[in-house]
């Protein structure tokens, strides 16, 4: 006996990634709904060998759904995830709607599964920011052997995260560069993003940081210990998928490179692939695709006692969104409702 699983946002970029992802992991589906809104109402979409219809997210009844994963966004989810909830369907939320709420577990199953159990206040459950995802995924194996005090990071994030007409800008922009005689403006971003990166994501707030930095410092204090002291950088890059960190640890205790790549290389979700030598490493064009959160360059940081550096790069349309939601449900069926 499966589960009856609803997709919000069906025809977006992390809609149909979850469609994807539902299918190559053989969750347990005894049925599934696409939803979209009604301007997108009768597009097709595909959940592995089929191909559905999406349906009305305004007329749809949630009654008799078991989980439903929401890529809508945060104005419509306010509108339609109390609904789905009120129904008895477990919401599984992509957008920031959620996320901060003392109600509602933010969960990377790799990091803190049994938070799923906390659902129930809300029926509910939020899926963190894209950069932080990946990051914690890593963190967490490394603060359990050696306690993290402070995370420096740097993000380099592509322009999937936007959403597509994002990519279509940096598309658009790209050919223009190769004929003059085009001109695209900037709509989605502030500035040109082809041949360029921006160091600026979400909206600005009165300490001069964005919100995507303060995202990623409140979610991993929520996910992974609210003692450990965050401050990040988040850049946006010409790259259509996948998202880069750079990312500074400073431990309580000491914790050697060699023993970092060996608990990395045995920690769920992580593929460590770090080879001092030219293309040892990986990049994000390298990891599209892939439900792997991909580390390199672990290397000791000199400047401070106990320090230590990594490069992470994971496809945020996959583990910063899609994969983790679908491994959400996973969890959630597993420990909670036990259908499957």
Same mark, same amino acid.
């Given at each position: 006996?499966?589960?009856?699983?609803?997709?919000?946002?069906?025809?977006?970029?992390?809609?149909?990634?979850?469609?994807?992802? *539902?299918?190559?992991?053989?969750?347990?589906?005894?049925?599934?709904? =696409?939803?979209?809104?009604?301007?997108?109402?009768?597009?097709?979409?595909?959940?592995?060998?089929?191909?559905?219809? @999406?349906? &009305?997210? &305004?007329?749809? &009844?949630?009654?008799?759904? !078991?989980?439903?994963?929401?890529?809508?966004?945060?104005?419509?989810?306010?509108?339609?995830?109390? +609904?789905?909830?009120?129904?008895?369907?477990?919401? $599984?939320?992509?957008?920031? *709607?959620?996320? #901060?709420?003392?109600?509602?577990?933010?969960?990377?199953?790799?990091?803190?599964?049994?938070?799923?159990?906390?659902?129930?206040?809300?029926?509910?459950?939020?899926?963190?920011?894209?950069?932080?995802?990946?990051?914690?995924?890593?963190?967490?194996? *490394?603060? &359990?052997? =050696?306690?993290?005090?402070?995370?420096?990071?740097? @993000?380099?994030? /592509?322009?999937?995260?936007?959403?597509?007409?994002?990519?279509?800008?940096?598309?658009?922009?790209?050919?223009?560069? #190769?004929?003059?005689?085009?001109?695209?403006?900037? +709509?989605? #971003?502030?500035?040109?993003?082809?041949?360029?990166?921006?160091?600026?994501?979400?909206?600005?707030?009165?300490?001069?940081?964005?919100?995507?930095?303060?995202?990623?410092?409140?979610?991993?204090?929520? $996910?992974? !210990?609210?003692?450990?002291?965050?401050?990040?950088?988040?850049?946006?890059?010409?790259?259509?998928?996948?998202?880069?960190?750079?990312?500074?640890?400073?431990?309580?205790?000491?914790? !050697?490179?060699?023993?970092?790549?060996?608990?990395?290389?045995?920690?769920?979700?992580?593929?460590?692939?770090? +080879?001092?030598?030219?293309?040892?490493?990986?990049?994000?064009?390298?990891?599209?695709?892939?439900?792997?959160t991909f580390i390199s360059r672990i290397r000791?940081? /000199?400047?401070?006692?106990?320090?230590?550096?990594?490069?992470?790069?994971?496809?945020?349309?996959?583990?910063?969104?899609?994969?983790?939601?679908?491994?959400?449900?996973?969890?959630?069926?597993?420990r909670v409702l036990k259908k499957g």
């Amino acid at each position: 006996m499966g589960y009856k699983v609803v997709v919000a946002g069906a025809t977006g970029n992390v809609g149909r990634e979850m469609l994807n992802i *539902l299918a190559e992991r053989e969750f347990p589906v005894d049925e599934i709904a =696409a939803l979209a809104s009604r301007r997108s109402l009768g597009t097709e979409v595909s959940f592995g060998d089929q191909t559905l219809k @999406t349906q &009305d997210l &305004d007329q749809f &009844d949630f009654t008799g759904w !078991d989980i439903a994963l929401f890529a809508i966004g945060s104005d419509a989810t306010k509108k339609y995830a109390p +609904k789905a909830a009120e129904a008895g369907c477990v919401v $599984i939320d992509n957008s920031s *709607l959620y996320r #901060y709420d003392p109600d509602v577990p933010l969960v990377v199953p790799e990091v803190n599964p049994e938070a799923v159990e906390g659902y129930t206040k809300k029926n509910i459950i939020a899926n963190p920011n894209c950069s932080t995802a990946q990051m914690v995924v890593a963190l967490k194996p *490394l603060h &359990d052997r =050696a306690k993290i005090k402070r995370v420096v990071v740097s @993000t380099y994030q /592509s322009v999937s995260g936007s959403g597509k007409d994002a990519i279509d800008e940096l598309w658009d922009q790209t050919k223009a560069i #190769y004929n003059p005689t085009d001109e695209v403006a900037p +709509k989605v #971003y502030p500035k040109q993003i082809a041949f360029n990166v921006i160091p600026h994501i979400d909206v600005f707030l009165d300490d001069g940081s964005t919100k995507e930095e303060w995202k990623m410092v409140a979610e991993t204090k929520k $996910i992974v !210990d609210q003692s450990i002291k965050v401050t990040a950088t988040c850049v946006r890059v010409p790259v259509f998928v996948g998202h880069g960190e750079a990312i500074n640890v400073e431990f309580e205790d000491f914790l !050697d490179e060699d023993e970092a790549r060996d608990i990395l290389r045995e920690a769920p979700g992580i593929m460590v692939i770090d +080879k001092r030598e030219d293309g040892g490493y990986v990049t994000p064009v390298e990891c599209v695709g892939d439900f792997a959160t991909f580390i390199s360059r672990i290397r000791q940081d /000199s400047t401070i006692e106990n320090g230590l550096n990594f490069w992470c790069v994971s496809d945020n349309l996959r583990k910063g969104a899609a994969l983790n939601a679908v491994q959400i449900a996973e969890t959630l069926g597993n420990r909670v409702l036990k259908k499957g």
